[in-house]
């Protein structure tokens, strides 16, 4: 076990769902969220970063985005 100064952790913000959030909020002008992917990360980046530019860019997104809503 190495020493306790060594062991990093903290708090991964998440949904009880364990869904991420991918979605703008009404209450803030400009702000969009994509948090929440506890330890899935890497593996959703790309495809995060599509719907966020599709979200950002007013477009129709290439998924549905409900499920990943606020």
Given at each position: ?70
């Amino acid at each position: 076990m190495p020493e306790e100064l060594e062991i990093w952790f903290g708090l991964w913000p998440f949904k009880s769902s364990v869904m991420p959030i991918i979605s703008r909020t009404e209450k803030v002008v400009n702000l969009t969220f994509a948090t929440g992917y506890t330890k899935k990360v890497l593996s959703f980046a790309p495809a995060t970063g599509k719907v966020i530019t599709e979200i950002i860019s007013g477009k129709t997104t290439s998924v549905a985005t409900k499920m990943f809503q606020l």
